[in-house]
T-cell receptor, first 112, second 114 residues
Framework: QKEVEQDPGPLSVPEGAIVSLNCTYS??????FMWYRQYSRKGPELLMY????GNKEDGRFTAQVDKSSKYISLFIRDSQPSDSATYLC????????????FGKGTKLTVNP | GAVVSQHPSRVICKSGTSVKIECRSL??????MFWYRQFPKQSLMLMAT?????????EQGVEKDKFLINHASLTLSTLTVTSAHPEDSSFYIC??????????FGPGTRLTVT
């Protein structure tokens, strides 16, 4: 079993839809959970990070962490064509200089 | 956030030659930088952790003699792919760790070995 599992998609939705992206993990030591957005041929861009369980909201984006189920989610409301990208979840056991473990990424297309 | 640059953005080299990739932290001093490799439709795989003023820490399966890392200053880390082969063709990305929970990535370097 891989440490972090993420459905690669692809996921295609109409503009304005609510998008749900998910990752599961097996390492109970993970405490920090991040979501990155990566456009084609570019480096990943940090969207949100969460420590331990709970929800965090930033504009149209909401991150949720359920440590009891080892399951994290990213919701995108009112999706826009500009949200079309690959979304990667990442986790670490410690913050700061601790190395990240990434999911494979989910490729999202938002159709106008 | 943090601003990270990489140079070059794309490079094509012949098999057997060496290629150097630079990673710069433009707006703060980074004691730690990370080097990742990403194959098409695959996730980022950590290659090594670069520590300013000391030897890099390599992940299991990464040849330290092939992927030379130098972190000579708080704003610059370099990755040299020595004796490159076609299987080394990949997207190489560096990152810096600014604060707890936050890693910021460079734009990446696409290496093609012919």
């Amino acid at each position: 079993q891989k440490e972090v599992e993420q459905d690669p998609g692809p996921l295609s939705v109409p503009e304005g839809a609510i998008v749900s992206l998910n990752c599961t993990y097996s390492n109970s030591a993970f405490q920090y959970f991040m979501w990155y957005r990566q456009y084609s041929r570019k480096g990943p861009e940090l969207l949100m990070y969460t420590y331990s369980s709970g929800n965090k909201e930033d504009g149209r984006f909401t991150a949720q962490v359920d440590k009891s189920s080892k399951y994290i989610s990213l919701f995108i409301r009112d999706s826009q064509p500009s949200d079309s990208a690959t979304y990667l979840c990442a986790m670490s056991a410690q913050g700061g200089s601790e190395k990240l473990v990434f999911g494979k990424g989910t490729k999202l297309t938002v159709n106008p | 956030g943090a601003v990270v640059s990489q140079h070059p953005s794309r490079v094509i080299c012949k098999s057997g030659t060496s290629v150097k990739i630079e990673c710069r932290s433009l707006d703060f001093q980074a004691t730690t930088m990370f080097w990742y490799r990403q194959f098409p439709k695959q996730s980022l795989m950590l290659m090594a952790t670069s520590n300013e003023g000391s030897k890099a820490t390599y992940e299991q399966g990464v040849e330290k003699d092939k992927f030379l890392i130098n972190h000579a200053s708080l704003t610059l880390s370099t990755l040299t792919v020595t004796s490159a082969h076609p299987e080394d063709s990949s997207f190489y990305i560096c990152s810096v760790s600014r604060a707890a929970y936050e890693q910021y990535f460079g734009p990446g370097t696409r290496l093609t070995v012919t």
